[in-house]
């Protein structure tokens, strides 16, 4: 069994400054990663991922994740927030290869606000 | 960049009746999956669908819930007899291969609203 734990529904910043988003997991198996993003009236649009190679992932939009096997996290940062990045986060596991794979597990979501 | 496409974007209906959510996948990808969104609730997944049958379902996908492939590129999900607990965000996805370098592609989600 797989679950997701998002600390913090809604996380607020100032342009500019660091994003952090937590995101905690519990797998069964060696997990396959994700953090997505979903703006307002949009589907789910894939940020990065993890599939077992670097541990630090670099994503789209200077988003980037650090898997920590010893912490189970999963932890989504951006050095320098932009008002464009104001959405909903969603980070998700895997249940593996095969049809599985697409079988994503969320977690319950983060809203960013992204303030002047 | 090819996209997964659901229509309607809105779909209102009477409890009791039946709906059905369609979607276009990515012309090249195998397997299609459902997932819904109940308002101020996780994404959760239904259903999954590769060589024309059900791969997995979750306990929410009971039989009042269906998928097709009907012609090769629509995928749909019937709900038979629509509960007001049905109203949610219905997303359709897909991916070419089921391994980690293909990603999985979301469509723009179906807002269903049971009355």
């Known amino acids: 069994a797989q679950s997701v734990t998002q600390l913090g529904s809604h996380v607020s910043v100032s342009e500019g400054a660091l994003v952090l988003l937590r995101c905690n997991y519990s797998?069964?198996?060696?997990?396959?990663l994700f953090w997505y993003v979903q703006y307002p009236n949009q589907g789910l649009q894939l940020l990065l991922k993890?599939?077992?190679?670097?541990?630090l992932v670099k994503g789209i939009n200077g988003f980037e994740a650090e898997f920590k096997k010893s912490e189970t996290s999963f932890h989504l940062t951006k050095p320098s927030a932009h008002m464009s990045d104001a959405a909903e986060y969603f980070c998700?596991?895997?249940?593996?290869?095969?049809?599985?794979?697409?079988?994503?597990?969320f977690g319950q979501g983060t809203i960013l606000t992204v303030h002047p | 960049e090819p996209e997964v496409t659901q229509t309607p974007s809105h779909q209102v209906t009477q409890m009791g009746q039946e709906v059905i959510l369609r979607c276009v996948p990515i012309?090249?990808?195998?397997?299609f999956y459902w997932y819904r969104q109940i308002l101020g609730q996780k994404v959760e997944f239904l259903v999954s669908?590769?060589?024309?049958?059900?791969?997995?379902k979750s306990e929410i996908f009971d039989d009042q819930f269906s998928v097709e492939r009907p012609d090769g590129s629509n995928f749909t999900l019937k709900i038979r007899s629509t509960k007001l607990e049905d109203s949610a965000m219905y997303f359709c996805?897909?991916?070419?291969?089921?391994?980690?370098?293909?990603?999985?592609?979301f469509g723009n989600g179906t807002r269903l609203t049971v009355t």
């Open positions: 996805a897909s991916t070419r291969e089921g391994q980690t370098n293909s990603p999985l592609h």
């Open positions: 797998s069964s198996v060696p997990p396959y």
């Open positions: 993890y599939t077992s190679a670097a541990t």
């Open positions: 998700a596991v895997s249940g593996g290869g095969g049809t599985s794979y697409g079988k994503l597990t």
């Open positions: 012309s090249n990808h195998l397997y």
């Open positions: 669908f590769y060589n024309n049958e059900i791969s997995e």
